[in-house]
């Protein structure tokens, strides 16, 4: 099945998201290959059966969130003057989230951008990462500040690369499905409480629906003018989580899952959700094996970092909440005392 991009409102970028087993591929030009130890010890002699082109070269980096530095980039960058890419020549993303941001911020530093192409590995980044044209690094001052958008040229999503990820990664992208729900598509919601995702079948179509609303957004606003922000949803406060951790201890999607707890505790202070409906959150997300919990040490240093966000702006904090079930809220300038006192039920003093 095809899930066409079609951002016509912005620049007229058209491609495809392809879900189903990868074709072949075939390119005229110096293609390089992005990827890691670990998805290259499982899957890239497929890739390698599945490509043809007029120079292959592979660029392995290491695994891990905390590589998804400006340094990394440059090493990136570096391997690809020593195969001599040109304008023309072509980057392929093969791995998770943190090799899809990094290798399309790549193409579009290299001689000023080139062409890449995203083949998805992880459950997240199948349904979420790979899809939209958001590129980056993360430095000291929080999560992807530095980056992107920039478009790949098409995105092959192959269900079968799921089968050697481990429980707690598979996890991890269930989280992002779970946000793509909440926020719009109730029925999708209540599909996802009696899915079983380790039905091939189910899955497959939990994934083809992520992506039809991912792209729905997408094609409305690319550059997070408007709705593209809902999809933040969760991330406003897992991101500080992450930050707090340093990106050691959890998953991305993890800390999304704890995100969601929270914003949906602020829903519940401002009168938007029902503790019903936040607890049938919290339900499906422990039953997928996601952390729920965090504690909060200190409330006013968690609160300052909602401020490096990138969707905080003019000293404001933007909150994307859930009104109701399958409906969203965006609220800006919510009395500081009020978010506090939520965060205090987090364990913060």
């Known amino acids: 099945m095809v899930v066409p991009i079609e951002l016509s409102q912005t620049q007229n970028i058209t491609y495809d998201i392809t879900i189903d087993s990868l074709p072949t591929l075939t390119f005229d030009r110096k293609v390089v290959i992005v990827t890691n130890p670990t998805v290259a010890g499982f ?82 980044s199948q349904v979420d990462a790979s899809v939209g044209g958001k590129t980056g690094v993360n430095n000291k001052y929080g999560k992807n500040l530095i980056g992107a958008f920039y478009q790949p040229k098409a995105v092959y999503i192959d269900p079968e690369f799921l089968k050697t990820l481990p429980e707690r990664e598979f996890a991890a992208g269930i989280a992002e499905i779970v946000k793509m729900a909440v926020m719009f598509d109730k029925s999708y919601f209540e599909f996802l409480q009696k899915a079983d995702m380790k039905d091939e079948a189910i899955l497959k179509e939990a994934i083809r629906r992520s992506v039809e609303l991912k792209a729905w957004v997408v094609n409305q606003d690319e550059k997070e003018a408007g709705i593209r922000a809902v999809l933040n949803y969760g991330h406003t406060f897992g991101h500080v989580v992450e930050n707090e951790t340093k990106y050691t201890t959890y998953l991305h999607g993890e800390a999304v899952a704890i995100g969601m707890v929270m914003a949906n505790a602020l829903a519940v202070e401002l009168g938007l959700f029902t503790k019903e409906e936040a607890q049938d959150v919290k339900d499906l997300l422990e039953n997928a094996s996601l952390p729920t919990q965090y504690v909060i040490k200190d409330v006013d240093d968690f609160y300052e970092h909602f401020f490096l966000d990138k969707k905080s702006a003019n000293n404001s904090i933007k909150f994307i909440l859930p009104q109701g079930m399958g409906n969203y809220k965006v609220l800006k300038d919510i009395d500081e005392s009020r978010v506090k006192k939520v965060l205090r039920q987090f364990g913060g003093e």
């Open 43 to 124: 899957h890239l002699d497929t890739l390698l059966k599945n490509i043809k082109a007029t120079q292959l070269n592979i660029i392995t980096i290491p695994d891990g969130e905390k590589y998804k530095t400006l340094e990394t980039v440059e090493n990136i960058l570096n391997e690809c003057f020593e195969h001599k890419l040109d304008r023309k020549s072509l980057l392929i993303a093969f791995g998770g989230g943190v090799i899809g941001d990094m290798t399309g911020f790549t193409a579009s530093l290299y001689q000023r951008g080139i062409d890449f192409i995203q083949i998805p590995t992880t459950l997240l």
